[in-house]
């Protein structure tokens, strides 16, 4: 019988806690006293309410100092672990920002609960080495998305996609279950590192792949493909991105992939260290790595070469995110301490610019009714600041320097090529992701033809750009080009994290 | 260092034009004209200080010290050399652009960025840093040509940003690639120059970024995004496009390529393939092709603006051809002749672009005879005529002083391609002369119809464009040794070691 620390655990999870005490804050503020006020003005309260919590959380986690794992990786604290989900506030605050100037629900209260309720999965989900605790702050997460996603009752299409996500959100928990369960069968416990080393027990003994182990191994990819949204577990992405309310999509989009990615790494490199194989040219080796070797580039033909004849730009920016999660997978098939710092760098900047890149179609929407690329003919004498921000979040995506994209892929597949033994084995797949972000640009540039070629339809004036969005994609805008100028600021937190 | 401030000014005056109020077109290109000549200012008097030409530190800076990334420029003299080439056609663009009205303010601004990523690349001593200015030229050349273009723009812009993007993905993987075969410790150059790769690894190496450089310099077989941009794309564009971006490319091959990997360049391959026995072979090869091949189909063009630009590819390929002389007058050659090609290629879309075509709406040299331009725009007659004999190498220019040294390099190289480059000097010759027949004089016999209305007269920017670029082009023609006194050391410093140690004559 272990002896638990009540106060510690509390204290630890005491970022977790503020957020859902404003979550439930939120939620009473709206019901009790502002029902009658217009939606504008609920969202604002409901928003800043949320934001300061979330904020106040920031605060606790930049304060703690302690390094903690309770009940054998329950819950673990780390400068790593805290990195992300400061990481996964901010984002979270930049959607509430976004989201204050939406229309398409009465219920407010609810909808930022529901952020609140993802969010605080996700603070849960990355501070875990548990299977259990993974499993259900993954439920958490996913649920809240579902309903989130669900939450423009007025369009058939978001309960179209909701649906879908959930029905395919469903499959892909129960193939995860499955595995979990298998891995528990091995090793006798939910710990990732305990599981870790049954498999390396299992090679000493000779068996070098169980097929109980094969089996696990690939339901795991499978649920965790689904979330990052990897080819050929991505059907549910573009409908989702197209249906989805933008705040939500953009959630979706940015603070969900975080939050996957970071856990992801963590099951693969922890959980199933001793399983890896080798996907280096012309020495395979059977184990998760090919798998993922494989998965990664698929995601990144099919995402790319998709992209090219999308005419949403919305389903355009998810065939974007499959090819972006294949580019990010690379950081799995070298599965290094400077792969991770790679992948977080990665991630980090790329949910920056997709949450802009989002911000903008959402007021695109909003003012011509529509995301199609004709709704952008001419954007940037339409609203010129917003075509700045919108021309860099795109160029960062294709990575383009001097943005934070451009960093992010080099040191990616530096990371990549640096894996010792054998120098370059995985050079195939890095040129492969360089020829495929060659094709990148081409659908990107797409997008910023029509706002800065194409004349405006005839009729448009100037567009009036809610100030409060348009701040937040300047400094998005902003965050973009300072992160590719000097990728130190934020690398070396990450470096030293690690 | 000043020499810093070229990119600094640049970029500054690219925001300061996007900040100016709606409309202002006279002060928008005022503030870009202002902001071109203090760059090239800068350049003058480092290049007027600096007459050694060897290696000069600007500017060193940690930058990425987890990866040994520097902020790191530094400028020999072919730097130097090609510096003041993009100094003299940034001004004269804008000149030749006094008569941009449609969203100016947005013109100039991209223009100014393309310029500072451009004195960027040629600044950078760190290959990070190299790599991120040169793609950053990439996208203000997109909308330079779609925006502003005209025939086909949107189809010629997506072309050359295509091919532009994958060279520079090829260059990416070799870049990548040799920093982590290094050791993943320095992205200097010199760090990188000194490091012995293996052979195996610079023979896939050296290829694969040299290609991805050769593309921008318009290397046949991949040169086709060059007449098609180049014909799409507004007059300063193509100047900048012929003029700067090409030797981009060219500077990139013998700056990156050749010093990083010279065993891949030189090494035979140890075995022959229709005669050729190492990549050396090749490009010398695929360059007398550009230089033979560009000549004849500029030779059969109806349009006046393909006719320049197939004459670029041809003239490109001298200087691809001068690169694998490896030969001290070869390569100085080669650069000489970037710098020619530069200012001549200016002046010919100058006077294709904006002197005739902006006037007289037609490039078809069949509707342009019966005009007879020489007595409607003498001036741009005039000026044609210099500059096509200029860029046909008649001795007092600096075509000239360029193709005769590559000549002789290659004599010693490759006795056998020296005489069908003298089949290209030829038809070089041949094209110029029907162009210039075709469009500034009617054929005799043929009723001479004048334009209706008359063409409005040549304008004194254009005046002064004209005089700047056939001056610096005479001047580099009757004394070369003013910028080979620069690049000889600079070929001589221990950069090219790799290169010299394998066969230097």
Redesign the interface.
């Known amino acids: 019988m272990i002896a638990i620390a009540n106060a510690q655990l509390l204290q630890l999870a005491l970022p977790e806690v503020i957020v859902v005490v404003a979550a439930l804050l939120v939620l009473a503020m709206d019901l009790l006293f502002l029902r009658t006020y217009r939606t504008r003005v609920r969202f604002t309260i409901a928003a800043a309410i949320a934001s300061l919590g979330c904020a106040g959380a920031v605060f606790q986690l930049l304060l703690a100092q302690q390094q903690a794992n309770v009940l054998d990786g329950m819950l673990v604290a780390n400068p790593l672990t805290r990195l992300v989900q400061i990481a996964l506030l901010i984002l979270t605050i930049l959607v509430l920002l976004i989201s204050v100037d939406s229309t398409f629900t009465e219920h407010v209260g609810e909808y930022v609960l529901l952020i609140l309720l993802a969010t605080t999965g996700m603070m849960f989900l990355v501070a875990s080495q548990d299977l259990l605790v993974i499993f259900v702050s993954l439920e958490l997460l996913s649920l809240s998305l579902y309903i989130l996603t669900a939450f423009d009752k007025r369009s058939p299409r978001s309960s179209e996609a909701a649906l879908k996500y959930f029905l395919f959100g469903g499959m892909s928990a129960a193939f995860l279950l499955f595995g979990f369960s298998l891995l528990y069968g091995l090793s006798n416990s939910t710990s990732l590192t305990r599981i870790a080393s049954a498999i390396r027990n299992l090679h000493l003994n000779g068996q070098h792949l169980n097929p109980l182990l094969v089996i696990a191994l690939v339901t795991t990819v499978i649920g965790f493909g689904f979330k990052v949204a990897a080819a050929p577990f991505h059907f549910w992405a573009p409908d989702v991105y197209q249906g989805a309310p933008a705040p939500s999509a953009a959630f979706i989009a940015s603070a969900s992939k975080v939050a996957s990615f970071f856990i992801f790494f963590q099951v693969m490199a922890v959980g199933f260290a001793g399983a890896e194989g080798s996907a280096a040219w012309s020495h395979f080796v059977p184990g998760w790595v090919p798998v993922l070797a494989i998965v990664a580039a698929l995601s990144m033909l099919l995402g790319n070469l998709v992209a090219i004849v999308q005419s949403s730009v919305r389903r355009l920016l998810a065939y974007s995110a499959i090819a972006h999660a294949g580019y990010m997978l690379l950081a799995f098939v070298s599965h290094t301490q400077q792969s991770l710092a790679a992948l977080l760098y990665y991630v980090a900047t790329y949910a920056f610019a997709t949450l802009g890149a989002f911000g903008v179609v959402a007021v695109v929407e909003e003012r011509t009714g529509g995301d199609r690329l004709a709704n952008f003919d001419g954007l940037s004498r339409r609203a010129p600041v917003l075509s700045a921000c919108m021309f860099i979040f795109l160029l960062s995506l294709a990575g383009i320097p001097p943005l934070a994209g451009f960093f992010g892929k080099v040191y990616l597949f530096v990371s990549v090529l640096a894996v010792t033994p054998g120098p370059l084995g995985l050079l195939w797949l890095v040129v492969l992701a360089i020829a495929m972000s060659a094709v990148s640009l081409y659908y990107y540039l797409q997008v910023l033809k029509r706002m800065y070629v194409a004349s405006p339809s005839a009729g448009s004036d100037r567009m009036q750009v809610p100030i409060l969005r348009q701040v937040v994609m300047v400094l998005l805008a902003g965050a973009v080009v300072l992160l590719g100028c000097a990728p130190h600021l934020l690398l070396h937190w990450i470096l030293e994290a690690i | 260092m000043m020499l810093a401030w070229t990119i600094y000014i640049s970029f500054l005056g690219a925001l300061l034009l996007l900040l100016l109020p709606k409309g202002s077109v006279a002060s928008a290109r005022v503030l870009a004209l202002l902001t071109a000549v203090a760059c090239f200012a800068i350049t003058l008097t480092t290049f007027a200080q600096h007459r050694t030409g060897e290696m000069l530190t600007v500017v060193r800076a940690p ?5 040994g990334i520097e902020y790191h420029l530094a400028a020999d003299g072919i730097s130097l050399t090609l510096l003041l080439l993009t100094g003299i056609i940034a001004i004269t663009g804008i000149l030749f652009s006094w008569n941009m009205e449609h969203r100016a303010k947005e013109f100039f601004a991209f223009y100014l960025l393309l310029i500072g990523a451009v004195y960027g690349v040629f600044l950078s001593y760190d290959l ?1 840093l190299l ?3 040169y ?2 030229v ?2 203000p050349k ?2 330079l040509i ?2 502003w273009g005209s025939t086909r723009r ?1 189809y010629g812009a ?1 072309k050359l ?2 091919y532009s ?2 060279g520079s ?1 090829m260059v ?2 070799g870049l ?2 040799a ?3 290094a050791g ?1 410790k320095s992205m200097a150059l010199g760090d990188l120059a000194r490091f012995p790769f293996p052979l195996h690894f610079q023979m896939w190496a050296f290829p694969l970024v040299f290609v991805g450089f050769a593309i921008l310099a318009g290397l046949w077989p991949f040169h086709t995004w060059a007449p098609t941009g180049h014909v799409a794309a507004p007059t300063a564009a193509s100047m900048l496009l012929a003029g700067v971006v090409m030797k981009l490319g060219a500077y990139g091959c013998l700056r990156v390529a050749m010093t990083l990997f010279p065993l891949g360049l030189i090494s035979p391959w140890g075995f022959h393939v229709l005669g050729l026995g190492s990549w050396r072979d090749v490009f010398a090869l695929l360059a007398v092709i550009g230089i033979v091949y560009g000549a004849m189909v500029a030779l059969v063009q109806k349009d006046f603006k393909f006719v320049i630009g197939y004459s670029s590819v041809s003239h490109m390929g001298f200087v691809l051809l001068g690169l694998m002389t490896l030969n001290q007058i070869g390569l100085s050659g080669a650069v000489v002749q970037m710098f020619s090609h530069g200012i001549l290629a200016g002046l010919l879309f100058a006077v294709v672009g904006r002197m005739v075509y902006d006037r007289t709406h037609t490039r078809d040299l069949a509707a342009l005879g019966p005009m007879n331009l020489n007595k409607a725009i003498p001036f741009a007659a005039v000026a044609f005529v210099v500059a096509g004999m200029a860029s046909m190498g008649l001795p007092g220019f600096s075509g000239f002083v360029a193709e005769l040294m590559i000549l002789i390099g290659v004599w010693r190289a490759f006795p056998l391609l020296a005489i069908c480059v003298g089949i290209g000097i030829v038809v070089g010759v041949a094209y110029t002369w029907r162009a210039m027949q075709k469009a500034f004089f009617a054929e005799a016999g043929t009723e001479s119809i004048p334009p209706q209305p008359p063409l409005p007269p040549i304008t004194l920017p254009e005046r002064l464009g004209a005089i700047i670029l056939i001056g610096a082009s005479v001047v580099i023609g009757l004394y070369p040794q003013l910028i080979l006194n620069v690049i000889v050391p600079a070929l001589n410093s221990p950069l090219f070691e790799g290169l010299r140690k394998g066969s230097w004559q």
């Open positions: 930058w990425i010290p987890s990866l990070f790599f991120v200015f793609e950053i990439i996208i997109y909308f779609a925006i949107e997506m940003v295509l993007f994958v993905a990416l993987i990548v690639a920093y982590v075969v993943a």
